[in-house]
């Protein structure tokens, strides 16, 4: 089969659309015959030699994908060879065949075509596993999103509102937060403009969880924009990995800091994630109220065109790479 390959660490003209050996499904896995996978950031800090892929883990790009089901692997129950599916990855996405563990699929949504499902299921486990599992985001609750034109923040958006939150969103430009407007958000913030914590609490007393993707550059930030009994999820590290923490602040208002990964987890662990997405998350997929937000399509033997895009920072929302063209 062929895939994306990275020649060696570096910049996007490093990825090498090359042939390797096609994949084989072990115990309680399927093979899939890929559709499309998405760009994730991820990606990017691979491909740059500064995140490399769990032990055991393919060494090809890719977090997440969408196609057929070629092949089960022994064990493999509830699927069948046909079957269209979305899968998260621990790696292998930016290729023509993946193995997959079985408990780290979903079936293809509601409406949503084969191809646009790729955009879905990276973005739907980082999600729901932080805002709703471990956050406990509900009805009637302030959910602040940072970075909310990208894939994450896109997809963070509509499930806040969904689940009946007031939703506010940090983005760069008035044009990207039009756009979240138009996605549902209540509150946007030019974070190059505005103060967010000023504008938070102006708008509503402070945030009940906020998801954030800058990790050291916000933390304080983020504790003064926290309402009492709020909760901070930290998904990434844009604005680097180390931070004063002022525990009084974080006390006085009895809230919570989380920091999650979801690449490295157990099967188990993802497995579980991917269950209750299925089954909390999907009907809001399949009832329109929840859709993946796609700003480019790219072949994906053209794979460095979308890094790219990605590391330019002008898309809104995810960029797939289709197979098969």
Not at 21 to 38: I, K, M, R
Not at 169 to 185: D, H, K, P, W, Y
Request: net charge negative; aromatic share 4%.
């Amino acid at each position: 089969m062929r895939a994306i390959t990275i020649r060696e660490p570096g910049g996007p003209e490093n990825l090498e659309w090359t042939e390797v050996p096609d994949p084989v499904p072990g115990t309680g896995e399927v093979l899939l015959n890929v559709a499309a996978s998405a760009v994730n950031r991820a990606d990017l800090m691979q491909r740059q030699g500064k995140y490399p892929p769990p032990k055991g883990a393919s060494d090809i790009l890719g977090l997440e994908c969408s196609g057929t089901i070629a092949e089960l692997g022994e064990g493999v129950e509830g699927w069948q060879v046909g079957d269209e599916v979305c899968a998260l990855l621990a790696g292998g996405g930016y290729a023509e065949k993946v193995a997959v563990p079985a408990v780290q699929l979903l079936p293809v949504p509601g409406e949503v075509s084969l191809v646009a499902s790729a955009a879905l299921p990276e973005v739907a486990c980082t999600v729901w596993s932080n805002v709703v599992m471990e956050a406990g985001l509900r009805e009637g609750e302030v959910l602040l999103v940072h970075g909310g034109a990208g894939g994450i923040g896109t997809h963070a958006i509509q499930v806040g509102k969904a689940l009946g939150a007031t939703v506010a969103v940090t983005a760069g430009s008035a044009e990207r937060l039009e756009r979240c407007r138009q996605l549902g958000a209540d509150i946007a913030i030019n974070y190059r403009e505005q103060d967010f914590v000023a504008e938070l609490q102006k708008e509503t007393g402070g945030a009940d969880v906020i998801l954030d993707n800058m990790g050291a550059a916000y933390l304080d930030r983020n504790i003064d924009a926290l309402a009492t009994n709020g909760r901070l999820a930290i998904i990434g590290m844009q604005g680097g990995i180390k931070a004063e923490l002022n525990i009084a602040k974080l006390i006085g208002k009895r809230g919570r800091v989380g920091a999650t990964t979801l690449r490295a987890r157990p099967v188990d662990d993802k497995g579980r994630i991917v269950a209750d997405v299925r089954e909390r998350l999907w009907p809001l997929v399949k009832e329109g109220s929840v859709q993946p937000v796609i700003g480019q399509a790219i072949p994906l033997a053209e794979a460095a065109d979308a890094h790219r895009a990605l590391d330019e920072g002008g898309v809104f929302g995810k960029v797939l790479l289709t197979a098969g063209g």
